[in-house]
């Protein structure tokens, strides 16, 4: 992505009518919002949307009922980094129109169905909105990003039936020999979530695993933990929810900052003597 000054005008607007509009719907943000968005704007992308035979884009996503709730970032973060590349090879600032040609060249579900749901043919639209900005005809597909990993981000990770037996294999006897024994306290049970992901990270390097299997393997484990964790000590309290922090002044900002240090480092000792603590539990573990 370009810096922020950089993202103005009407690449800007359609973004952020986007998210308007993902909002009234009860919606996370998705690339067919941010495709509305372009409609409602001005301009060469706008018009070419706006010419279907069928109902106007908005009515159209309004009424869909199999489009999902859930936000995917991965994929509009994804648009959104190809339309800014698209105008960067051209010598352009970002426009509504890269815009809707990485919507198009992206080719979500979501987004083809809501055009041919509105009468709108892709092809055309592509063509439209590149002549507006003032490309050929013939520019070929823009390169997409590559995807944020399965199970980062807001992106589902993979199916437990797609993950390396190896490794799943591994963690699987892991998820049965916990040292649940061991949790007395919430920092316990943070402790343990910790080793767990580390454990399941360093499996992945070991078997030279990319990183959708990394992330997927975590987002299994993980859960698998904490529901083995939430049976066996409901009283422990879960996860505690993340803050955000506020800006300090100078000197406090600093003080704040040395707190932080302390208290990274008091975690981390914590971490490592549950870790010593609980090896007798791992001893018999299976190797991937």
């Given at each position: 992505?370009?810096?922020g000054?950089?993202l103005?005008?009407?690449y ?10 993902a909002?009234?719907l009860?919606?996370?943000c998705r690339?067919?919002?941010?495709l509305v968005?372009?409609?409602g704007?001005?301009?060469p ?10 109902r106007?884009?908005?009515a ?9 709730a ?14 800014v ?9 970002p426009?509504a129109?890269?815009l ?18 509105a009468?709108?043919?892709?092809a ?7 002549a ?5 005809a013939g520019?070929?597909a823009?390169?997409?990003p590559?995807l944020a990993p ?6 589902p990770?993979?199916?437990?039936t797609e993950?390396d ?8 006897w892991?998820h049965d020999?916990l040292?649940?024994d ?7 049970r943070q402790?343990?979530?910790?080793l767990e ?5 360093r499996?992945?390097d ?6 959708d299997?990394r992330?997927?393997?975590i ?6 933990v904490e529901?083995q964790?939430?049976?066996a ?5 879960g996860p505690p ?6 800006p300090?002044?100078?000197f406090?900002?600093v003080?704040?900052g040395?707190a932080v ?10 971490d490592?003597w ?15």
């Amino acid at each position: 992505m370009v810096a922020g000054e950089e993202l103005s005008g009407s690449y800007l607007e359609a973004i952020q009518r986007g998210f308007q509009i993902a909002r009234e719907l009860g919606h996370g943000c998705r690339p067919v919002h941010f495709l509305v968005g372009v409609a409602g704007g001005r301009g060469p992308a706008a018009a070419a949307l706006a010419g279907g035979a069928g109902r106007p884009l908005r009515a159209v996503v309004t009424a869909a009922g199999d489009i999902p709730a859930g936000s995917a970032a991965y994929l509009h973060g994804q648009a959104q980094g190809a339309a800014v590349a698209l105008a960067g090879s051209l010598g352009q600032r970002p426009a509504a129109e890269h815009l809707l040609v990485a919507l198009i060249d992206q080719g979500t579900a979501e987004v083809l169905h809501a055009l041919s749901r509105a009468g709108l043919d892709p092809a055309a639209i592509r063509g439209a909105a590149l002549a507006g900005i003032g490309a050929p005809a013939g520019q070929p597909a823009v390169s997409l990003p590559p995807l944020a990993p399965a199970g980062s981000l807001d992106r589902p990770p993979l199916p437990v039936t797609e993950l390396d037996e190896r490794a799943w294999r591994v963690l699987a006897w892991r998820h049965d020999h916990l040292p649940l024994d061991s949790l007395r306290r919430a920092g316990h049970r943070q402790a343990l979530s910790r080793l767990e992901r580390d454990a399941a990270s360093r499996l992945a390097d070991r078997l030279g695993l990319d990183e959708d299997q990394r992330y997927s393997l975590i987002w299994h484990h993980d859960a698998a933990v904490e529901q083995q964790v939430a049976v066996a000590r409901p009283a422990l309290p879960g996860p505690p929810e993340p803050r955000v922090p506020r800006p300090l002044p100078g000197f406090l900002a600093v003080a704040a900052g040395w707190a932080v240090w302390v208290d990274n480092r008091r975690v981390n000792l914590r971490d490592r003597w549950f870790k010593v603590r609980t090896l007798r539990h791992y001893h018999a573990a299976p190797h991937p």
